[in-house]
């Protein structure tokens, strides 16, 4: 590969921060903090040793901004799943913040840093769902569709999600309820007919209601 001229970051700024080893985490994708990917959709997983809260942000270089919409966070057991899906080429900062679950305070704390040159648009993207915060709590499992395009009109959509601690899980369409069917443990699926013709700007909202709740909370939100 052709030496790649980097932007200039702030001495530091990669890699590992002071709390990223203390707080037992581990590289498990990537170890080197500058990625070169020659697809505009880029998978990072970072290890924990006990249960950890975490947020991120994912900067675009030129032109500057947030484009969080474009992350997806996923739990696999004791793995932090940070899906990246951009619509354009160049470089992206991404921030990983977390803190343990055993520490108190309410601000996390940027413990590692990487460096996303995307080098090639090989898919469509559309902005991830929206991920409530009982999305990560739960440690639920999003299988698809990771998104769904405007304007969407295909007949049958699957929908499927892992849900652990739920007794009732339902899709809200709009103003349509879709109750999802359980086909194994924690794991939940429907079909959904965009045809119908749903206005613009519709949403499409993973709701569900656990056993200490008598109520629905929503755990994602796309946007059609």
């Not at 675009?60 to 739990?75: A, M, R, S, W």
């Not at 055993?102 to 990487?114: H, K, Q, R, T």
């Not at 999305?135 to 929908?159: N, T």
Request: hydrophobic share 35%; proline share 7%; with cysteine.
């Amino acid at each position: 590969m052709a030496q790649v001229e980097l932007p200039r970051l702030t001495e530091g700024y990669l890699g590992p921060q002071a709390k990223f080893y203390p707080y037992g985490l581990t590289t498990l994708s990537h170890p080197d903090p500058v990625i070169h990917s020659d697809t505009n959709q880029v998978e990072i997983v970072i290890g924990t040793t006990e249960k950890t809260r975490f947020t991120t942000k994912l900067l675009g270089v030129d032109p500057k901004g947030e484009c969080n919409q474009f992350v997806l966070t996923q739990i696999q057991g004791s793995e932090y799943h940070f899906t990246i899906a951009v619509p354009r080429t160049g470089f992206f900062k991404f921030q990983i913040y977390a803190l343990p679950n055993s520490e108190a305070g309410p601000n996390m704390i940027n413990v590692y840093n990487y460096l996303l040159n995307i080098q090639k648009v090989d898919r469509y993207v559309e902005s991830f769902p929206k991920q409530y915060p009982l999305w990560k709590q739960e440690g639920c499992y999003l299988y698809e569709p990771l998104m769904l395009m405007k304007g969407i009109k295909e007949p049958s959509v699957k929908f499927r999600f892992l849900v652990p601690k739920a007794v009732d899980v339902q899709l809200k369409v709009h103003e349509d309820w879709i109750k999802m069917d359980q086909v194994e443990p924690n794991i939940y699926e429907a079909y959904v007919d965009f045809s119908v013709g749903y206005p613009a700007g519709a949403k499409v909202k993973l709701n569900v209601k656990s056993g200490r709740s008598h109520k629905f909370d929503t755990l994602l939100e796309y946007t059609i």
